[in-house]
């Protein structure tokens, strides 16, 4: 059979990279044609763009770089004619992979989509055509099942999430020394410089109350390091690692963590954790306008109650953090009570085993009926 897979950004490539070795397992002449990054790459598959050519985020930089972006497109739609496939795979990644999914359906092409977009939180009024052009929907978050069948009589398939096998393999094969002769506390405060700035400083301010603890930073691979440099002078009991977040986690006793993927991968590693929220007031309005969730954390979204602290906006205060985090780091009954509900999330998540040979499994059956 011949695949060609679409993923736009860091994440996607590593969810991608795990299911090429499925699928090779299960169709040994696979060929593999992908838009993905260096994991898709190393699993054999053709490389034809990197996801550091597709990634623009925000309102502003979208609009800056739409020449870019149609022309991506449309190169996109012409590599597909021309090979072919007899499936074509996207990966999360909305704004493309929708509008190659709409143009592929018209060529006749079977259309199979990996991790859906989150149009449970906003944009929901994008399903009624992702229901008429997508062939397979493959969802790894437990309540995107019930959401698609209650609302939208659509029968899509749970997998389980990628991210649990990822971390369960990495706890086994990690060989990082101590980061730290301290018990370590993790900051994650997010990738973009504007979103660091509106954190990180509220973050760093928590850590003059406890110094016995060093505190690390996660650093985000695209800002440079001077940067952090700056942001990390005044204290003396913090400091960062690069391309060692996994490493960071496994080695911490508490962690304190911006909205987004992360929250679930602190999870995963069972680590306490308070999850941090702050965007500008004009930003944060809109958002709370148009998106339509009970919580922002995935951990508590998933579990459909609130496992994690939450501070957001005004919330977020160096006095809110400080009492939280002594918390999460002091008292038996907290963390007990944080374990039991971690180990409940990660049963949900990895129901029947391994995410990514599940979905290649449901991707092969499905092209051979």
């Known amino acids: 059979m011949k695949y060609y897979i679409i993923a736009g950004e860091a994440s996607g490539d590593l969810h991608g990279s795990n299911l ?115 062939d397979k929907m493959l969802v790894i978050l437990p309540f995107e099942k019930e959401y698609y069948k209650n609302k939208w009589n659509w029968e899509v398939e749970y997998v389980g999430h990628p991210l649990v096998e990822v971390i369960e393999r990495h706890k086994t094969d990690s060989k990082s020394g101590p980061l730290s002769g301290k018990p370590i506390v993790a900051l994650l405060p997010g990738s973009r410089k504007q979103e660091i700035l509106k954190k990180l400083p509220i973050m760093l301010e928590v850590s003059r109350s406890f110094p016995g603890y060093q505190f690390i930073v996660a650093k985000a691979p695209g800002v440079e390091e001077q940067f952090y440099d700056d942001l990390l002078k005044p204290y003396s009991n913090v400091s960062y690692v690069s391309n060692q977040t996994y490493d960071l986690l496994l080695q911490s006793k ?63 205060t160096t006095g809110n953090l400080e009492k939280e985090l002594q ?17 409940e999330l990660k049963d949900l998540l990895s129901k029947g085993g391994n995410a990514s040979s599940k979905a290649a499994r449901s991707i092969v059956d499905f092209l051979a009926q």
């Open 20 to 134: 090429i070795t499925e699928l090779k397992k299960l169709d040994t002449s696979a060929t593999i044609r992908c838009w993905g990054g260096d994991k898709m790459q190393q699993t054999g598959a053709e490389l034809v763009k990197h996801y550091r050519d597709l990634a623009f985020m925000g309102f502003t930089e979208v609009l800056m770089n739409l020449r870019t972006i149609f022309k991506n497109l449309a190169f996109c739609k012409e590599d597909i004619l021309q090979n072919r496939p007899d499936a074509l795979i996207l990966i999360d990644y909305p704004g493309f992979n929708l509008r190659i999914a709409k143009w592929a359906k018209k060529q006749g092409i079977k259309v199979i989509y990996y991790i859906s977009p989150q149009v449970w939180a906003w944009k929901e009024n994008r399903v009624k055509m992702m229901k008429q052009t997508i």
């Open 254 to 316: 508490a962690a304190l963590v911006t909205s987004g993927t992360a929250t679930l991968e602190t999870a995963l590693f069972e680590i306490p954790e308070v999850v941090c929220y702050k965007g500008s007031y004009l930003s944060y309005q809109i958002g709370k306008r148009l998106v339509k969730v009970k919580f922002i954390s995935l951990v508590n979204l998933i579990m459909d109650k609130l496992v994690v602290k939450e501070l957001i906006q005004d919330d977020l």
């Open 327 to 343: 918390q999460l780091l002091t008292s038996e009954t907290r963390i007990s009570e944080l374990q039991k509900d971690y180990s």
